[in-house]
């Protein structure tokens, strides 16, 4: 994962260990959660037109973690499930998958939800459903909680476990957020950022192997199937994060290794036939030396080409004009860190050369 504002994934990571992961596959933990006890009776009450989490919390004036909300969810295996989670967390659809050993899990259709809690969408509540519940370990601290009434414009405050309804299975079922604790070390808590996946990693177990017959001897001569695993590289989305963590508000940075070009050289006046040979010859010197270089020699505003070329990011711009080329310099400028310098023409090739080949051995 390389962290970048605008990443498809979401991140955590522990503000004091070395865990990170996607929030599809982050740990919770979950210490010593004993139910309090309770100390309401559940009642009904009616809040009409509330039927969001935010809606029923500001309408009962009550944190929206007061709240527990009752998800009816189908299973790739055509079952109906109740899920309870607190009113302000999201329900992970990959780890329930996971724990209820199906293919994948979705939100139930409206006429399923209506058909199994007799009331539409948004009113959906734990008490008197006859399908199964799950809940998310966090709802086994909470006593006292608001759910759904299962009746349009209904919920009902005062709920509590076990007096009211049974949840078959408590589990980590909901996504991470900033500020869960950490599930390896004691201290650490999540922060939470934004990435692109750039590569993974699968462990495939024996799945082929074991369809395809792809054995091995074990040391005792018997054959067992190979364990697998599959590994891959996103080459292009490499190309998009590298230029997420390396731009600013004129274009691109490339990093040398990834740079279709290593330098750039602008002519300023093409016209101009000193800096036309000047140009060329050190164009030709670079092409000689395995250098990959490109040779601006539009007949544009030198301003056009400036832009231009920090627009698309080739990391070094050497430019080429009358005033400079008078005293036998020609400018170089480094698009990462924007350093410009003079350097004289007998010698600018030679320092290109070390300049490049310095950067695409550190970066090896
Ligand atoms: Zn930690």
């Not at 209506?114 to 009331?119: E, F, L, N, P």
């Not at 076990?162 to 900033?178: H, K, L, N, P, T």
């Not at 990959?292 to 020699?297: P, T």
Request: proline fraction near 4%; aromatic fraction near 4%; hydrophobic fraction near 40%.
């Amino acid at each position: 994962m390389v962290l970048a504002e605008s990443g498809e994934d979401g991140i955590v990571s522990c503000d004091a260990c070395e865990y990170a992961a996607n929030v599809e596959k982050a740990e919770l933990v979950y210490r010593n959660l004993e139910t309090p006890a309770a100390t309401a009776e559940p009642i009904r009450v009616d809040t009409p037109g509330q039927k969001t989490i935010d809606d029923v919390a500001a309408f009962l004036k009550v944190e929206t973690n007061q709240l527990v909300k009752t998800l009816i969810v189908q299973t790739s295996t055509d079952e109906v499930i109740a899920v309870l989670l607190r009113g302000d967390r999201e329900l992970n659809e990959i780890k329930l998958a996971n724990l209820l050993g199906v293919d994948w899990i979705v939100m139930a259709e409206d006429s399923v939800v209506s058909r199994v809690t007799g009331a539409p969408t948004g009113f959906a509540g734990p008490i008197g459903l006859e399908v199964r519940l799950i809940a998310d370990a966090e709802v086994k601290g909470m006593a006292d909680f608001v759910v759904g009434g299962n009746a349009v414009d209904v919920h009902v405050t005062g709920a509590n476990l076990g007096r009211d309804f049974e949840v078959e299975q408590f589990a980590d079922i909901r996504q991470a957020v900033a500020g869960d604790p950490c599930p390896r070390c004691d201290c650490g808590k999540f922060e939470s950022w934004r990435g692109i996946e750039v590569g993974h990693v699968f462990k495939l177990g024996t799945k082929y192997s074991d369809s395809m017959n792809a054995t091995v001897l074990d040391d005792q001569g018997k054959a067992k199937p190979l364990v697998m695993g599959c590994y891959g590289i996103g080459v292009g989305r490499t190309v998009a994060a590298a230029i997420e963590q390396n731009h600013d508000d004129y274009g691109m940075k490339l990093p040398m290794p990834l740079a279709p070009f290593h330098v750039l050289i602008t002519m300023v006046n093409p016209k101009d036939e000193q800096v036309r040979d000047a140009a060329e010859k050190l164009y030709q010197q670079l092409l000689d030396e395995g250098i990959e270089v490109l040779l601006d020699d539009r007949d544009e505003r030198p301003g056009i080409k400036f832009k231009d070329a920090d627009l698309i990011g080739i990391p070094l711009r050497v430019t080429v004009g009358a005033r400079n080329l008078k005293d036998g310099n020609v400018e170089l400028k480094e698009r990462s860190s924007g350093e410009q310098s003079l350097v004289a023409v007998e010698t600018v090739a030679a320092q290109l050369v070390q300049t490049v080949n310095e950067a695409l051995l550190v970066n090896l």
